[in-house]
């Protein structure tokens, strides 16, 4: 650790040209010594380990992430009862659950460790935004890794801020656990109608299928025309060869389209992105558009529909009482308590 | 054609040419290629979606959303079950399974063409597994071919909605936890991967330049760069660990545990 | 080639150790579950604490006729009938060979309902006893057999005794897991309160031994219209919700729908009738209901 912050500064292998923007950050450090992993050779990756730059956006990210930490290794002793080892047996059923209505400060149990915990981890993905455009500014990259994180940043922050604050209770929220987290999967989607028929997470769907579809077209891809340096993408770019020929006809051959080295990267880049932006407007459109994803569904004609649909249960009745007999047609009153 | 394409369109090096020393079908039509595995792809495509559209019209309704081919009745069990109550479904399956195998066949063909590894195909059939899991081997393993999905847009949506609430919480399922986590870990890595291409091309004359600005990235950002050959594994391996959850969480449903939130406290 | 096997055997075995095979070796007790502050979970009732029994009765106390009925006799003769109001229409036999029947049902003797001296005296365990067996009758003619007529496919032989929710025992065996009725309130004020009304939906789902499709298409959960079982279920949540406002003493845990499903789509103890409490085997009378006729309209349906 002492040689990490403290040491003479070690040049890694490759020399990285120096910076402005390296040397004005104050928390600056590029950190750590490089380290061959040898093993990593096997599985054909690259074999150095380290650096790592440590800036103040990201040592700020960092005890961000470790503070949420800390709050929720306190819910959990609380939630066993100060037993250390059941905290950790029995980490995955750990709930932090976000408190009913707007508001903050409430008590611990009653939504305050959910709300401190979203605050440090809030703090900590935004941080990690402001390190991502740091970084891609040192490197003079074009910021579209910053693009897509800001777009995973709306995502998140639609499903724990905006979306609760427009139906005004954070209990709308996912509580921080993760069996939790699950759960609220399963709740949500059963309290607005059945996801499966929201088109916007359809069309999620179909950019998350198809990122990992694209991932096994052009990872095989290039791997099956590694030999002729296909991977090489940035010099391929410039100037074709075989192996991009060979990528290119493959595709055109088996299904009549082809992209090129570059355009490849906008099709996974978009598939990616797309994926958050169109879970985003999903999660806006729910209560806010409709507040049943199916009846949405069958009345736009998405859906085929089974059965009559009980449009009545959307708008606030209760279903045990009052209920109709749908037999007899009787009406049967909630008995007096 | 592309400019270098003259070049690549070679004669030979395909099945019937090494059985037979002869391949009928070893030609192009337009850009696609057509090869014997072509021919049996595109004549189980016609005779499949033919099947379709007979028994749409038998079943009499057109309406897109609502037209729909559903799997047999459960009192049928392994057997064929007439047109209207689950043949046409079976015909079907049967078609379009013939012509996805075919399809992969026939990108091995390509790629002996074109002398580049078969990595293409292999993961073209793990996709295909998922289709034949699904509609076929969790089927027989089930004892019915009522557990496949209907063929239509809505009935596969409800059918996916209802099997993951048939076992109570499918999200508790491990296997599609992992799945998932595979998933998302694509999509992110895609992103990235895309990020870093878009981000450093035409950025210099000197590509080595290009590449070592991608390395210095991703070192100062999370202190590890993958490299370029080590992205396209990792991502071909990420989707192979996908396809790999995704078929264990459906075949272990129904068969090996029928309630996944009894699986965590099972005693 | 070797390295891919390395690989795929490393891909397949770590997230098989780590959560198919180890975690629920290592979870074998119940998972410490953290009850939501805001909600009481037993069916409207308090959560019993500790408790409350109502017998044996104590035969040593002194009998105090002043509280007692006018019929109560202050010296009690065998083979004569007193103070019966719910049994009332029985002979002497028929009652005794009543009380036969409820002894076996409950796994009690005589004197826990009543005083040995004087079989007539009115004891609570008594008072409650007598709530019972109106109970058992009109449950059964409010709810059961309206239920078997409406939906004859699903009916089986046989009807509520005893025996149907106490199993042989005093206190029957309750499971605390299902929100009360004023928390079934749809569409849910939150993600977190549809949780305990889910929560619920599984607790009921597992004391009948189904999955959710029995009951409910999941493309649009709340339709009862075109599904037999999620009407009948209606019906079962407000007879449930009827006993345990109406016939239970105070102080006792709630019924649930496990009391008497126990794990079965029907009750596993019905009884010929709640005056002739012989157990019939509903299994064995219709074995083949155990379908839900709505699955073909939904994919994936059982």
Sequence with gaps: ??????????????????????????????????????????????????????????????????????????????????????????????????????????????????????????????????????????????????????????????????HPLLMGTWADAPGLGLNSDLDWAQNFSVLWGNFYYNPWHQLAIFFLFGSTMLWGMHGATILATGGEASHHEDAEIIDMHSGSHKSMLFWRWTMGFNANPKTIHDWLWWFGTGTVLASVIGILTTGTVTNDWYVWAVDHGTVAQYGAITRSAINQHPIAYPAIIPQTGEYVPAPAR | MLEFEDAYRKPGNTLLGQLFGVDAFDFWVGRFYVGLFGVISAIAIVIGVGILFIAVGQYGDWDLVRANIPAPLREFGLGPAPFLHGGAWQAVVIFATISFVAWALREVEICKKLEMGYHVPAMYSLAISAWVVLQIIRPLWMGCWCEGFDLSYSGHLTWVSNTGFRYMNFYLNPFHAYAVLGFFLTAMVLAMHGSAILGTYHTDKDPNVEMLREDNFWRDYIGYSIGEYGIHRLGFYLAFYTLIMSDLCILTSGTLVSDWVKFWHPF | MRQFLLGAVVIFATPLALGGVVQPLVTKAQAPIVAPVDAQMTMGRPAPAPHQTYGPVDQSAPLDFSTQPKSVPHTYVAGQLYNVQALKGLNYGQVVGQMGLYTQALGVGCAYCHNVQNFAYDTPTKKIARTMIVMSAQVTSTWITPVKHDYSNYAVSGEVGCVTCHRGVAAPAVVNNIVPVQYLDWPAKSTKQAGYVVNSMYAVATSLGVNCIFCHNSADFVSLQYIPTNQIAHRMWRMVDDINHKYLPPNVAAVTCYTCHNGNKWPSALVTSPYDQTPVDAVAAHPEVHLNPAAHLAPGGE
């Design chain 1, 1 to 162: 650790m002492a040689t990490m912050l403290t040491g003479p500064r070690v040049e890694p292998i490759e020399p990285f040209e120096p910076s402005q923007l390296d040397t004005d950050d104050i928390l600056g450090i590029r950190a750590g010594v490089p380290f061959r992993l040898e093993l990593l050779r096997e599985f054909k990756v690259d074999t150095q380990l380290g650096t790592i730059w440590l800036g103040t956006w990201g040592l700020l990210s960092v005890a961000f992430f470790l503070a949420g930490g800390l709050v929720l290794f306190c819910a959990a002793l609380d939630q066993t009862g100060g037993n250390l080892i059941d905290a950790i047996k029995y980490f995955a059923n750990v709930q932090e659950l976000p408190p009913d209505g707007l508001g903050w400060f409430h008590s611990p149990r009653t939504g305050g460790y959910w709300e401190l915990n979203i605050l440090c981890w809030a703090g900590a993905i935004l941080a990690w935004a402001g390190r991502c455009y740091d970084r891609l500014r040192r490197h003079q990259w074009r910021p579209y890794l910053l693009y897509a994180w800001l777009a995973a940043i709306s995502l998140t922050s639609a499903i724990w801020i905006w």
